[in-house]
């Protein structure tokens, strides 16, 4: 999980909500009675052996161990008859590394952590204060956005993991966390409600969106939790938010060369390269296919495709609060 990865976050969410249901693996006679009959003679045994510590560290158990194990074997038995590769509960038969159900969407997520730490960092030396004289209130709104990003993958990774209930909902409340900030960032941007003479609008706006975030974790948390309704919740405010950047890269270059002398230049349209960029990572997800090596999947790959787009991001907001400060000190 703002123009930067925040609508491909919850189109990674619709891809697992429409996996979240039993998967065809699960359906196998097969399956179910190689679980079944390793649970029994082998969990349910006098002297049930002792999982290793990397396993128990991830909290796996017998049970689970025995699912996973028969993942495997059934997997490797239909390779072998050239039967197609089924999915079980919703996630493909991955090859698990110490513990870890899906590494190649573990290290993914872990790099793309990485832009948001350093972008942080950097924002905080290089973006100019608050500065009554230059009506320049953005900086606090562009920190946030990193710390909202470092967040979202931290419970990325996690989840990828290990898939229990708390995992998943805590991936799927920071992605939402980091859509909505990401759209109200969009906002006060692109409408500079930062200026001490919008305060009124940016109180409201931000109540409304504190609040909006509130009731739809409340919702889903202690009412029903449902996929489609998240799903929809999160494309539909990341698709507003791209279209305020796509606005914002119009604008600043077609039509501010008088406002703002010489500054009709192709930085002020990363935000819409980022955009079509994404769009494309995005449609990796539309063609899921069985992993690569046990391990690399379409998910895994949109996740890396998100990485290099997010360093972009960063060197854009870079400039473009250092142009808005400049100009109005100027002025």
């Not at 996973?68 to 997997?75: E, H, S």
């Not at 590394?97 to 899906?102: A, N, P």
């Not at 967040?151 to 229990?164: K, L, Y």
């Not at 930085?267 to 992993?291: G, Q």
């Amino acid at each position: 999980m703002r123009l930067s990865p925040s609508i491909f976050i919850s189109i990674g969410l619709l891809a697992l909500a429409s996996s979240a249901s039993a998967s065809a693996g699960d359906r196998l006679s097969e399956f179910r009675n190689c679980v079944a009959n390793c649970v029994d003679t082998v969990c349910n045994s006098r002297s049930p052996p002792r999982l290793p510590l990397y396993l128990t560290a991830f909290l796996w158990d017998c049970t689970q161990d025995c699912d996973y194990q028969c993942q495997r074997l059934i997997t490797f038995q239909r390779i072998e008859e050239d039967k197609p590769v089924l999915q079980f509960h919703g996630k493909w038969p991955f090859k698990r590394l110490l513990g870890i159900q899906e590494p190649a969407s573990v290290l993914f997520s872990m790099l793309n952590f990485v832009p948001h730490y350093l972008a942080f960092h950097e924002l905080r030396k290089s973006l100019p204060p608050d500065d009554v004289r230059a009506n320049f209130f953005l900086r606090k709104y562009y920190l946030v956005v990193t710390i909202t990003g470092m967040n979202a993958w931290i419970w990325s990774s996690v989840f990828h993991c290990r898939d229990f209930v708390l995992t998943e909902r805590l991936d799927y409340f920071s992605a939402g966390l980091t859509i909505l900030s990401g759209f109200y960032f969009a906002v006060v941007r692109n409408f500079r409600l930062d200026r001490q003479e919008m305060e009124r609008a940016r109180v409201v706006f931000t109540i409304v969106c504190c609040l909006a975030l509130f009731s739809h974790i409340f919702y889903l948390s202690f009412i029903k939790f449902s996929y489609s309704y998240n799903m929809m919740a999160n494309v539909v405010i990341g698709i507003c938010q791209n279209l305020l950047w796509v606005y914002y890269s119009i604008y600043n270059y077609f039509f501010t060369a008088d406002i703002y002398p010489k500054q009709r230049e192709l930085w002020t349209l990363w935000p819409l390269w980022n955009v079509i960029l994404l769009t494309l990572a995005m449609s990796l997800e539309l063609f899921d296919f069985p992993p690569w090596m046990d391990a690399i999947d379409a998910h895994s790959l949109w996740h890396a495709a998100t990485i290099v787009p997010s360093f972009w991001w960063y060197k854009w907001m870079t400039k473009d609060a250092a142009r808005e400060a400049v100009v109005k000190q100027k002025d």
